[in-house]
C-alpha cells in the first residue's frame, strides 16, 4: 500500500515533459526558418546540428558521471541551472545581429537542448524509485501532445511576426519551466561510501562499459536502430516525393506518426506492469525494422500512411520502455550515466544519419537510403534482440 508520505506527481511531471518537448519543438523543428532568415545555408545548418550532436554526445556522459555523485547538486538543481543557461541563450539570440553570435548561441542551444534529455527522465524515474507515484508513459504522452500543439501554434505565429519569435518563445517557455522545477518536489538521495567510490570510478566510460557489458552492446544495437529512425524522419519530404507527395503528404504522415505514438504511451503505466521492458524494448526493435521495410516497400502515399501506424510499437514503445529497461539493469549510482549514454545513442544516430542520409540520396537515390535504413534497423534490433538483459 502507498504511505501516506507518497505523492501523486505525474501531473507536475507531465508539465516539465510537455514544456520541455515545446522547447524541443522551437529549438529543433523550427531551426531551418529560424537560420535561413538569418542567413545561413542549408549545408551551414546541417554542420550547425551535426557539431551540436557531437559536443552534446561527448558532454553527456560526463555530465552525467558528476550527476551520480553523491556530492553533486540535485537532479533538479542541475536542471535548473540548464534551463537558466538557456535563458541566457535566448536572450542572446533574440537581440543578436551577428551571423557567427547566431550561429554559436544556436548550436550551443541545440546541444544544451541534447543534454536535458537524460536528466529529465532520471528525473521521473528517480521521483518513482524514491517511492513516489508517477505514471512516466503518461507524462511523456502529455510531452508528445504538447510537441504537436507548440508547433502548430508556432508555425501559425513565425508567419506573422518572423523569426524572432522563436527566440522569444524559447525564452517564455523557459520561464515557465523554471516554475515547475521550483514548485516540482525533488530531494536528492544521498548515497552510500561504498556507492559513493563506484560512483566515482565509473566516471571513466571504459570501466562503466566493462561492468555493463551486455548494456554497452544494447546501446550499439540502439544506434543502428535510431540510424534508420533519424534517416526516416530527416527526410521525410524526399522520401514523400518518392511516392508521388509533397510537403503537405509529409506533413500529414508525421502527424499521423506522432499521434500513433499516444496510445502506446498513455497505456504504458498499465503496459509495464504486465510485460518486461527488456521483451518491450525487443518488441520495439523489430517494429523499427517493420517500419522502414514498409517504407522501402510502399508503393504510394497511401501505403505510406499506413505504414505509419507502425510508430505505435516503434518509437512509441522505445521511448518509454528504454528509460525503464535503463533503471532496471543500472545499479542506483550509475542510474543518471545509463540514461546519458542511452541518450546519447540517439544524439549519434543523429548526427551519423545528417552526415549519411543526405550523400545516400544525392549519389543513389532515395530507395538505396531507404534500403540502408532497413539494414541498419534490422543489424540493430538483431543486436538488442540478443542482448537485452532479463529484467525483474
Not at 538543481?77 to 537581440?95: A, D, E, R, T
Not at 523499427?288 to 505510406?304: E, N
Not at 543526405?358 to 535504413?373: C, Y
Request: aromatic share 14%; net charge positive.
Amino acid at each position: 500500500m502507498p504511505s501516506s508520505k507518497q505523492k501523486n506527481l505525474t501531473g507536475p511531471y507531465a508539465c516539465i515533459q510537455a514544456l520541455y518537448w515545446m522547447y524541443f519543438a522551437a529549438i529543433m523543428s523550427f531551426s531551418g526558418f529560424f537560420l535561413l532568415d538569418g542567413g545561413f545555408s542549408n549545408t551551414q545548418i546541417g554542420i550547425i546540428a551535426a557539431a551540436a550532436g557531437i559536443i552534446s554526445a561527448l558532454l553527456q556522459p560526463v555530465l552525467a558521471s558528476y550527476a551520480d555523485r553523491p556530492d553533486s547538486p540535485s537532479l533538479k538543481k542541475l536542471i535548473q541551472i540548464f534551463y537558466m543557461i538557456q535563458l541566457l541563450l535566448g536572450v542572446g539570440l533574440f537581440f543578436s545581429r551577428s551571423l557567427i553570435l547566431t550561429g554559436l548561441l544556436y548550436g550551443i542551444s541545440i546541444a544544451l537542448l541534447q543534454l536535458l534529455t537524460p536528466f529529465i527522465n532520471a528525473l521521473g524515474m528517480e521521483s518513482i524509485n524514491q517511492g513516489q507515484q508517477l505514471n512516466f508513459g503518461l507524462a511523456r504522452g502529455m510531452g508528445s501532445v504538447a510537441y504537436a500543439i507548440i508547433c502548430y501554434v508556432l508555425g501559425i505565429i513565425t508567419v506573422k511576426a518572423g523569426a524572432g519569435s522563436i527566440p522569444a518563445s524559447v525564452i517564455i517557455l523557459t520561464f515557465f519551466t523554471l516554475g515547475c522545477l521550483i514548485l516540482f518536489p525533488f530531494v536528492k538521495t544521498q548515497g552510500t561510501s561504498g556507492s559513493k567510490a563506484s560512483g566515482n570510478s565509473l566516471a571513466n566510460p571504459l570501466l562503466f562499459f566493462q561492468k555493463y557489458k551486455r548494456f554497452s552492446l544494447v546501446l550499439i544495437g540502439c544506434i543502428f536502430i535510431y540510424l534508420s529512425h533519424v534517416l526516416l524522419n530527416n527526410f521525410n519530404f524526399q522520401i514523400a516525393q518518392g511516392k508521388g507527395g509533397g510537403s503537405s503528404e509529409m506533413g500529414t504522415a508525421s502527424a499521423i506518426a506522432a499521434m500513433c505514438e499516444l496510445p502506446t504511451l498513455f497505456l504504458f503505466g498499465y503496459i509495464i506492469k504486465k510485460i518486461r521492458c527488456d521483451i518491450l524494448i525487443r518488441i520495439a526493435g523489430i517494429f523499427f525494422v517493420l517500419k522502414s521495410l514498409g517504407t522501402l516497400l510502399a508503393p504510394g502515399i497511401s501505403v505510406y500512411y499506413g505504414v505509419q501506424i507502425l510508430q505505435m510499437l516503434g518509437w512509441g514503445l522505445m521511448t518509454a520502455a528504454s528509460v525503464y529497461y535503463v533503471n532496471a539493469v543500472m545499479e542506483p549510482e550509475d542510474a543518471i550515466k545509463g540514461q546519458a549514454y542511452f541518450t546519447m545513442t540517439y544524439t549519434l544516430g543523429c548526427v551519423i544519419g545528417s552526415f549519411l542520409g543526405g550523400a545516400l540520396i544525392d549519389f543513389a537515390g532515395v530507395n538505396s537510403m531507404l534500403i540502408f535504413a532497413t539494414v541498419s534497423a534490422f543489424f540493430g534490433a538483431l543486436i538488442v534482440f540478443i542482448f537485452a538483459e532479463h529484467t525483474s
